[in-house]
Every structure is written in C-alpha cells, then in structure tokens.
C-alpha cells in the first residue's frame, strides 16, 4: 500500500469537485468519514465476515463498532 496518499479531507474535496455522489471504504476510517460529514457523498462501508458475524451477534456490538 502506497505511503504518499493525500489526506482524506483531501479526497473528498476531489470527489466534491468531480460530482462524484458515492464513496466505498472497505475498512473504517475515521478520517474519511469525518471529512464527508456535511456532504452529499453517499458511503458504502464494507464490513469482513468475521466482523459481520460478531455484528449480527447482538445489538451492543453493533452499538460498540
């Protein structure tokens, strides 16, 4: 993985600027999601299966992720 990627208020800003209306993060990612806070990008946030099962597993955890 590359070690020179602009900040992500950075990328959301080219996405903005680009009319692009739709972001995929396969992983959380505290600052991409703060930066698209106040925008109308919509995020699609994947979640691993063994994550997903410890989800499904109640609501706390859920609550908790």
């Avoid at 972001?23 to 990008?41: F, K, M, S, V």
């Amino acid at each position: 993985m590359g070690n020179n990627l602009p900040p992500a208020a950075e990328v959301i800003d080219i996405y903005r600027r680009k009319g692009i209306q739709q972001l995929r993060l396969y992983a959380p990612n505290e600052a991409a999601q703060r930066a698209l806070g106040g925008t109308n990008i919509k995020l699609l946030l994947d979640v691993s299966n063994p994550r997903l099962e410890y989800l499904a597993a109640s609501q706390a955890n859920a609550d908790r992720w």
